[in-house]
């Protein structure tokens, strides 16, 4: 059986101040102690695909992807469609956590078929409590395919 200290977490976020709120806000909700943070999208395909600098990581895939979407290189809706496209990533659940309000990132988000949209809040207390409810939900009561 799976304990959530056996369960991976990919952080895309190339914000360093919201990368740490959001690890604090992970850790505070008791879901942080196999988080991995890449900032941006094309080092997050490379985790993911066990490429480049992450050839040697295990091959256990995360359990949870939380996504920004404005990023250098590749950018959160890119990485979405190929993490989608993928057998290996496609079940995965990804959350994108943005600060876009925009209706057309929405929409494009869902097409290329994100689990949750969720704009950053601007304040800790209220990062620490969708962070909270967000592992909570993803890790503990969502099933995936093929975890019985």
Known sequence: METFDQVEILLVEDNPHDAEFMIRAMKEGGFANKLHWVKDGQEAWEFLTREQAYAKRDDI??????????????????????????????HIPVVVMTSSNEEIDVIRSYDLGVNSYVVKPMNFASLIEIARHAGYYWLAVNRLPGAG
């Open 61 to 90: 895939l995360p359990r949870l992807i939380f996504l920004d979407l404005k990023m250098p290189r590749v950018g959160g809706t890119e990485l979405l469609e190929r993490i989608r496209k993928n057998e290996l990533t496609k």
